[in-house]
């Protein structure tokens, strides 16, 4: 079976939750929409495209925590206007703003999580976006050369090491995470990692906790989501052996 698996590092990052007015807590690790969020922006998508629900309903997802990080709250002012008339921009709501509301926004500092993506169907070879025809191989490609810029949850976020994303065909989603290579070791300590992961055929672990995670999309525009399974379990995971490197004489 076909995993794309990458690396998700950044001095900051934020994750969303149950949104809030005033305070929008950040989740410990990536939520299903967000990754594959930053694919369509990977692949150019609008967020209007129809192609981030297929994504969303053709494709496993899993991560592993390699460090939690640490929570920081960050303070903001947003500028508000009264009434219920609409506005075409943000720029125009907020020249019209005649009051400000005060909100808290949390990131994570520092964290560090590998994700992997799978074809829930693989008699199904592809998943249709725009351009044509796509399967997990296509993504890699685009994750590794990205229409638009990419960020970890928020504008102000941008990754600390490249995505290095990966194909592996292992039987069961554990391997895939074991067998990846792009893991930058020194920022890792331990051997056991918590991996949240949804249905797979052979997971390769015994999960503990399971939860239903309303963070499945719809639709992106009208910010539409329903509920998915999301498992929790552990998983080992051996940091290669660093070599050392001589000059030659």
Not at 136 to 154: C, D, H, S
Not at 169 to 183: D, K, N, R, V
Request: with cysteine.
């Amino acid at each position: 079976m076909k995993h794309l698996v990458f690396q998700l590092q950044a001095p900051l990052m934020s994750w969303g939750n149950e949104m809030a007015r005033q305070t929008r807590p950040s989740d410990g690790h990536p939520r299903k929409c967000a990754v594959l969020g930053m694919i369509g922006a990977a692949m150019g998508l609008s967020r209007g495209d129809p192609s981030h629900g297929l994504m969303n309903d053709a494709l496993g997802f899993a991560t592993v925590v390699l460090r939690p990080g640490s929570r920081l709250v960050d303070y903001h002012t947003v500028a508000t206007p009264t009434g219920p008339k609409k506005y075409a921009t943000r720029q125009a709501e907020a020249e019209a703003s005649d009051y400000t509301v005060q909100t808290e926004r949390e990131y994570l500092s520092d964290a560090y999580y590998l994700v992997a993506l799978w074809l829930r169907d693989e008699g199904t070879t592809d998943i249709r976006a725009t351009g044509g025809s796509q399967d997990v191989r296509v993504i890699k490609q685009f994750l590794e050369e990205p229409t638009w810029e990419l960020f970890a949850g928020r504008k102000c976020c941008s990754f600390g090491l490249p995505l290095a994303p990966e194909i592996r065909e292992t039987p069961t989603l554990a391997q895939a995470f074991q067998e990846y290579e792009g893991l930058y070791e020194p920022l890792v300590e331990g051997t056991r990692f918590q991996v949240y992961y949804e249905r797979h055929p052979a997971p390769g672990v015994v999960h503990v906790t399971h939860q239903i995670r309303q963070d499945h999309l719809v639709h992106l525009e009208k910010k539409l989501y329903r509920g998915r399974d999301e498992f929790q379990a552990q998983i080992e995971i051996k940091m290669k052996e660093e070599t050392a490197c001589s000059s030659p004489k």
